[in-house]
């Protein structure tokens, strides 16, 4: 008699979790996907650092001290607990001021902390002790990046023999660029010895590498889409760790972020003026001229606005645009941009704007209430990445019925569906060669579409926000690649009792 199923409980580990603290995309996975977890009734619970500029106050203090050893001796830590917004997701916050009360995640802009591998290994060794502190047992240990990473390499070897040692081990890429490299004789500093210095661990040419230990103890690997999934095993997307990637291919799955279709609901939007669904879209017209209007632009219904926000980094392929923008603004359009990150770009785009008011605008910050009028008063979405591990920002766009211009890599090919001039078919309009004139050429057939055959932008925009991006299919996928890991470690199913 074969005793029955139960749901996976899960500890979340990351070193972001939207809203408390988000620089990216694995914030919003971290604040997103642990609720869909509880939604198909798996116990996840979260594990963050309490970062400064989070609301102490509103957290509850828990009772004693967590006991958090490190190279130097024992940190004494305090827990508060508080949830992920509308849910029942308990989010713990390790507090330790020495480390996470700072005024940036992991550096000041373009720079890291020069004792961010002390810092992330207290958050993975800590979250483990909280583990144990609060009894719970998870049946996996979900973690995230590089920040992360020893995680799965504590459950292999100073968990042995205790609790937490049955738990498998899941490590997700949020982007295989960031691998937590360090100097090779820092080893001591996440309390492993030197033994573990070696060439199927976390020597990586020369250097002490993070990702590369935890791509070969955690049991299960997974990325933000299958198109990434397979790009990363090769030397063009791998970042030099594709040969790691393709001795585990088998262990290796893409799934494809959801979105908070709460957040992000253009029906229901506090930081629009005026909410709109597919069967309506009247309300993205106002939100339109809206968005001009904000951008000190010509209010003008019929000149189309392409929107782009994002990290003014390469990664973004912002340069590119740079190198077609006097092309691109020699058209009848307008372009809105909303981003921080490497000063050039944030000049170069700030000055531009100051020139060109008829059509380009740029806002160099991070506003969150900005980037939803954006996705919702634009009628295009520009993306010309890279490399995209899966991004959201075009997901949203989709939602808002504003239609992608994205280069054909990574999540942006699983999410984006091409464009076909001859049925009107698709979502949007994609492109393979990273250059400056295939990117205008896509912009300009973009833009075409838009006078030529405005029926088949209407049509996108209404198949487009028809797509369901929601977390709950990638929970689903979540909760199989859980029982996986199990399985694995386990070597039999995950059963109740
Ligand atoms: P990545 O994680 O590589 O930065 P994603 O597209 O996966 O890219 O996620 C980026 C997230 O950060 C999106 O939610 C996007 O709207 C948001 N974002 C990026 N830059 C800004 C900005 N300057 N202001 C507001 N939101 C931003």
Redesign the pocket.
């Known amino acids: 008699m074969s005793a029955s199923p139960r749901s996976p409980k899960v500890l979340f580990v990351s070193s972001e979790v ?1 809203p408390f603290a ?7 996975v971290a604040g997103s996907l642990p609720k869909a977890l509880r939604r198909r009734g798996m116990d996840a619970r979260v594990v963050m650092p309490l970062y400064a500029g989070i609301d102490w106050d509103s957290l509850e203090r828990l009772e004693g001290s967590l006991h958090v050893p490190m190279w130097w001796g024992v940190a004494h830590a305090s827990v508060r607990l508080g949830y992920l917004p509308r849910s029942d997701v308990p989010v713990y916050f390790l507090e330790y001021h020495r480390y996470f009360d700072r005024p940036h995640l992991y550096g000041p802009p373009g720079e890291a902390y020069g004792d961010n591998l002390e810092r992330f290994t207290f958050l993975s060794r800590g979250a483990l002790e909280l583990a144990k502190a609060l009894a719970f047992h998870p049946d996996v240990i979900h973690a995230n990046d590089w920040q992360t990473a020893l995680v799965p390499v504590y459950v292999n070897t100073v968990e042995w023999a205790r609790p937490l040692h049955g738990a498998a081990t899941v490590y997700s890429i ?2 295989m660029a960031y691998q937590g490299v360090t100097d090779g004789g820092a080893l001591f500093v996440a309390g492993l010895g030197q033994e573990h210095y070696n060439a199927a661990e976390f020597e990586h040419f020369g250097a002490l590498n993070l990702a590369k230990a935890a791509l070969r103890h955690a049991n299960v690997l997974s990325t ?1 889409s299958p198109t990434y999934a397979r790009e990363i095993q090769t030397p063009a997307l791998g970042c030099g760790l594709d040969g790691v990637l393709r001795e585990r291919s088998g262990d290796l799955f893409g799934i494809l ?1 959801g979105i908070d279709v709460e957040e992000w609901d253009p029906a229901n939007d506090p930081y629009i003026p005026e909410g709109f669904s597919a069967d309506d879209l009247a309300g993205k017209e106002v939100d339109k001229a809206a968005l001009q209007h904000e951008a000190r632009l010509p209010v003008n219904p019929h000149v189309p606005v392409f929107g782009l ?3 003014l ?1 390469s ?2 392929g912002f340069d590119v645009l740079a190198h077609c923008l006097d092309r691109l603004l020699s058209w009848d359009l307008q372009i809105v941009l ?4 490497d000063r050039e770009a944030e000049h170069f785009f700030g000055t531009l704007s100051a020139r060109r008011p008829d059509r380009f605008k740029a ?6 209430g ?2 939803h009028r954006i ?1 919702a008063g634009a009628d295009f979405f520009v ?1 010309p ?1 890279r490399f ?7 997901m ?1 766009s989709l939602r808002y019925g504003t239609l992608p211009v994205v280069r054909a890599t990574g ?1 942006l090919v699983d999410t984006v569906r091409p464009y076909r001039e001859d049925t009107g078919e698709g979502t949007g309009f994609l492109f393979g060669d990273l250059s400056p004139e295939a990117l205008a050429n896509t912009i300009g057939w973009a833009l075409s579409t838009w006078y030529d055959r405005p029926e088949h932008v209407l049509a996108m925009r209404r198949r487009a926000m028809a797509q369901d991006f929601s977390w709950d299919h990638a929970a689903e996928a979540y909760e199989r690649l859980y029982r996986e890991a199990y399985r694995r470690r386990r070597g039999h199913e995950l059963h109740a009792g």
Not at 22 to 28: F, I, N, P, Q
């Open positions: 939207a988000k620089t990216g995309g694995l914030g919003d949020h982007n933000v972020n926000i994002g990290r980094t990664q973004k909303l981003g921080t990150g806002w160099i910050g991070f506003d969150h900005l980037a996705e993306m990445s995209e591990p899966c991004g959201l920002n075009q949203y999540g």
